[in-house]
């Protein structure tokens, strides 16, 4: 059985990540919705389906695409799907008949040898009836629709793989100081150096392979750290954040969500925020995370707003993303993809992709000059630019 992971017409709503990313990629928990659907899944091989341009970003990093003349027994799941360890279990069992399940309003997953991508953008309940499959429907899988409602499940996420993951014995340096370190999971080559606190009293901390804690910094679990990803001296880690691949993190975070090769290095607060890949936040960067009023937190998408029905949340930040010394973002703030944000004052909360401004206004960034940037920060993690990546980069548009 093969699975496809597809995206359906929703995915847009998990702006500004979903304009670079299929939503199977993106980090919650300890990992992504297609790392754990391989390790759980009974499939022999793992394919890919989306819009057009995304296709072949996955293509051009080694990824296969759904191919459109097979007809081969396919385990379809939605990228947006709110992953569980008992999904197996939700599933039927591969000697029934072949099956579409739905909410009622979009499709969760389905199983199929009838050649079904022409239908996964649109991926309405009744497109997926003509096919003459058998329709279950369900209330217990759901879909993510908002980014923030990953951070939400980041508590529960890191719960659940770490339960699928076995305790390892930590190497830590003289002067380190662990609590309750049965629920310390850490991978290969991790460098614990002198004064580091790692509290796991709370909930799990799950280190990758060769990730660095350097010298007095505080991680508080539930929490993860990616492969080859370095915590700063001094830094504070609260509980509920996740940190991807290859970042450097210092200062201040808490409750958030950093998809990787992303850069805060430096003093400053990231609360209840979600960021991209190659994201560089300055030095004194703030992100406000709660009203002063208590209220619930309203999102400024470019088709219109959204109450987030949450209290806490930060800023929403998409890929190549960077904000200069001092920046201050307020509660629910937006930024696309490629912006240059900086000056003092606090900028817009919705800003457009590659937008170049601060709070005195913005204009459009040189796409050019900003596609030049992007490809060297790439390179100093030694990755080159794909032309699949440019192309995508170059069809966002600048909505200022």
Known sequence: MILCLFEDQHVKNLYPLALTHHPAMLLVGAGALHQRAQSLLAVSAVTWAGRPLIEKVLQSRGHTVQQPTAATDTLYLNGRLRWRNDLPTLLPTAGESEWVMTDGTAILAA??????????????????QGLGLAVLQTDELKLYNYLWELLQENERMLAEDAARLSPT???????????????????????????????????PIILGNNVEVMANAVVVGPCFIGDHSTI???????EKTSIGAWCKVGGEVEGSIILGFSNKQHDGFLGH????????????????????NYGQVRVTFPWGQVNSGTMFLGSLIGD???????????????????????????????I?????????????????????????????????????????????GYHG
């Open 232 to 238: 700063k001296i001094g830094a504070k880690i609260y």
């Open 111 to 128: 199983r199929t040898s009838r050649l079904a991508s022409e239908t996964l953008l649109g991926s309405t309940p009744e497109q997926w």
């Open 273 to 292: 925020s979600y960021l991209g890949q190659w994201v560089n936040l300055g030095a004194d960067t703030n992100t406000s995370d709660l009203k002063n």
């Open 320 to 350: 190549h993303s960077k904000a200069g010394i001092n920046t201050m973002l307020n509660t629910g703030t937006v930024i696309g993809v490629g912006a240059n944000v900086f000056g003092g004052g606090f900028p817009s909360k919705s």
């Open 169 to 203: 014995e930590l190497p830590t340096a003289s002067g380190a100081y662990v609590v309750n370190p049965g629920d310390i999971i850490a991978g290969t080559g991790c460098s614990i150096k002198p004064g580091v606190v790692l509290d796991a009293s709370r909930g």
């Open 352 to 396: 457009p992709s590659f937008a170049w401004g601060g709070s005195e206004g913005f204009v459009e960034y040189r796409r050019d000059k900003a596609i030049q940037t992007a490809r060297t920060v790439m390179l100093r993690r030694k990755i080159t630019m794909t032309d699949a990546e440019e192309a995508l980069l170059r069809s966002i």
